[in-house]
């Protein structure tokens, strides 16, 4: 399979540089696999595609505040986007300009009571840096050294950078949102409750193997970079309970996807646990416990759209994307969102 066979066109003017408001009040395109019909709402509709029984499941993952700008000890400007925390202060980085930071580089963050000291490179051209923190307190020098790190295609900024974040984000560790969560609200979350929806929440943390392009011309020939994953035992209790009932497990996101297909046993049940996932999903892949997502409007060529095809269906997925453009949806991370359900 080809990635050029995840190709669309769309145009600039359909990439959302902003969030709607209220949440809840961005479209929602319904896609029904078996039949290809294609639907339009708005997303606080959801609970009325939602029966008693669902079991709906969140990514609770929270940004961290990534984005470090800062300076060399020769007084040139630097970047430095964490990706991953290792161990001991030490994290995974991309770092510009990279050719000009290399090993045993000291950097500088905020009034220079955050520190890094440059100690190797990766093999996905970026660097590994050792943070230090005045006090030592690491975490906390990050916060007011950093910033939240939006997708290079959002050009104007956001004022609240809790917009950026989930209403249940809760567990620290990501670089980019779980953005098909984004349109959910504490009123719309307790809307689905009442209707005798169970929500469960695991965590998968974003790096960089959600935004990584894919350089390979042959899908299959595409290595995903490890991202932490957590699922634990009441979620796990939650989903197989749905799963042994008959009634569907609807995942909020393809993070919420990658961890409970991580998960799953051949016979669609769950095992708790947690670890480093490189699962990736492309048409041809036999979905074992996801029975519905909800998810937004992924780039073109993205590991993110090829999961959406293996689950809907590439032929349906790529015309629901052809009527999204044609009626005006808004793309990407802040943009409008589509449930995919069996029928």
Known sequence: MRVSDF????????????????????????????????????????????????????????????????????????????????????????????????????????????????????????????LFAAGGDVRSAIERAGSVPLPPYIHEGIRDPERYQTVYAAREGSVAAPTAGLHFTPELLDRIRAAGVVVASLTLHVGLGTFRPVQAENVEEHEMHAEYYSLDEEAAGAINAAHSRGDRVIAVGTTAVRTIETCALPDGRVIPGSGWTRMFIFPGYEFRTVSALVTNFHLPRSTLLMLVCAFGGRENVMRAYEEAVRTGYRFYSFGDAMLIIQQ
């Open 7 to 130: 190709e669309y066109n769309l145009p600039r003017g359909l990439i959302a540089q902003a969030p709607v408001e209220p949440r809840d009040s961005s479209r929602l395109l319904v896609l029904r696999r078996d039949s290809g019909v294609i639907e339009h709402a708005v997303f606080s509709d959801i609970p009325g595609y939602l029966r008693a029984g669902d079991c709906l499941v969140v990514n609770d993952t929270r940004v961290i505040r990534a984005r470090l700008l800062g300076r060399r000890e020769t007084g040139g400007s630097v970047e430095v986007f964490l990706l991953r925390s290792l161990d001991g202060g030490l994290w995974e980085a991309l770092v510009r300009p990279g050719k000009r930071v290399r090993p045993g580089a000291r950097l500088f963050f905020g009034d220079g009571s955050l520190e890094a000291m440059v100690e190797g490179a990766t093999d996905f051209g970026g660097r590994t840096v050792r």
